[in-house]
């Protein structure tokens, strides 16, 4: 389980003397397999609030408890050193996750279908293939809850499909927070809500209501 | 958590950070020198690219004795140290920020990224210096030493101190934009009081005083003198002194990196 609470989040200001809040007063939990989807638009927070609960940002105020493992957030530029090539960046964070390197290597070779590009520099990678190297990455060291920013939606059908297929049905026992603009992927998948809007989020197990609300903001 | 020795916890933490960086130095090392080309021979060819012009100008238009010494020799026991100190410092301004991918990780502190990155070209410095000993001394170009201990105690002394201010350098470079402006500056100046070009015994009774209380690179570069040239030269160091500092502004650099994350926007 995730237990946040009482959440704040500032940011310093380039022009302004007060810090911007991006996170205000947020509390929720995150069960063990629980698919919560996250809605907001450009700029709500929802990346802000994933980067605090995988613990890479710190909170300004208030605090988040985990007891399971979390992953990176997944998204379009992280957990990947953009001058080494793509084996490289699987050789470290097998080694940084303690897995075996082949083990990776196989299940991402074969996730992201990457092919003779995993011999390249990842600055060589459009965007697209930069997700899927990231997402492949994380489901291969297999955390219990996955953190994902956009990123499922990204790519190709192809990629769309067999990325659906290793989250929301190999791995169903796990924890998910997705970021999402796409309503499909979230009535399909998730049991619950978070929208968020001037930094507060609101917590809705309706689906449809959450999208709606998210539509008219 | 249940109970558990705080040493056992401790024990836990080093291990982790154990493995962190030396993932992150593999990672650093192929970052830094690649498979292409020379690879990772440029480790030591680097240091000697930037030496041997440095040395061969110096070698025409100053005097081969200066001061009773030979000046290939002095160059060297001057160059040297200060290619560690740039090296290690050189890129202590974006350790954090041009790592910033990296520290999508939790389990990487930005003082994990500071011992991969700056470590790395600690131990890639140290083995160029020894390299390029061994090169000129078999051009003919060096002596032997007077005195080994003192020389290495010299190097990893300077090493230390560069460490310190790469440590601090980079936990500030996080925190405060003005860092970035006025760092260039000083790592400029810094040829000047370093001990790159002078002894401390060069310096008048009053001056030295002062030089050897506020300025440790100088008393490594005494150290390393020392055991280059024996009783050739007077040389001026205090072991326990520049120990005491040492120690002191690593404190001070441990304590200023260990709440960078909060001042981190990724």
Known sequence: ?217 | MEEEGTLRQLWRGFTIQREVVAALLQFQFVARWGRKNLGFAWLFCESLVFAFPVLAVWHFVRDPYEHGLPMTAFVWSGYMPLLIFRHVTGQALHTITGAVPLLYHRRITPFDLYLGHQGLEAIGNLSAVAFSFIVFYILGLIDLPYNYNILLLGFIYTTWWSMCIGLIVTALASRSEIVHHIWLPISYLYVFFCGFMFMAAWLPFKLREIALMIDPPLQCYEMIRAGLFGNQVQTFYDLSYITFILLTLTFVGLWLIQNVRKHLEL
């Open chain 1, 1 to 217: 389980m995730i237990t946040v609470s009482n959440l704040f989040k500032y940011y310093h200001s380039e022009i302004n003397r007060r810090p911007i809040r991006v996170l205000s007063d947020i509390s929720f939990q995150i069960e063990r397999g629980e698919k919560l989807a996250l809605l907001g638009r450009n700029g709500a927070g929802k990346s802000t609030l994933i980067r605090l609960i995988s613990g890479i940002e710190l909170p300004t105020q208030g605090s988040i408890e985990r007891n399971m493992s979390v992953s990176w957030p997944v998204a379009q530029v992280s957990g990947i050193g953009s001058s080494m090539t793509g084996n490289d960046n699987i050789r470290f964070i097998a080694r940084l996750y303690r897995k075996p390197f082949k083990e990776v290597r196989d299940y991402v070779e074969d996730f992201a279908q990457l092919g003779k590009f995993l011999s390249e520099p990842v600055r060589t990678y459009s965007a697209g293939m930069r997700s899927r190297l990231s997402f492949g990455l994380s489901l291969a060291i297999d955390f219990d809850c996955f953190l994902i920013d956009e990123v499922v939606a990204a790519g190709d059908a192809r990629f769309q499909r067999r990325s659906q297929e290793e989250m929301f049905e190999k791995r169903a026992d796990r924890a998910l927070l997705l970021a999402s603009h796409v309503p499909d992927i979230i009535r399909s998948h998730c049991s619950r809500a978070i929208v968020l809007h001037h930094g507060r989020a609101k917590l809705f197990d309706d689906l449809d209501l959450a999208i709606a609300i998210y539509n008219d903001l």
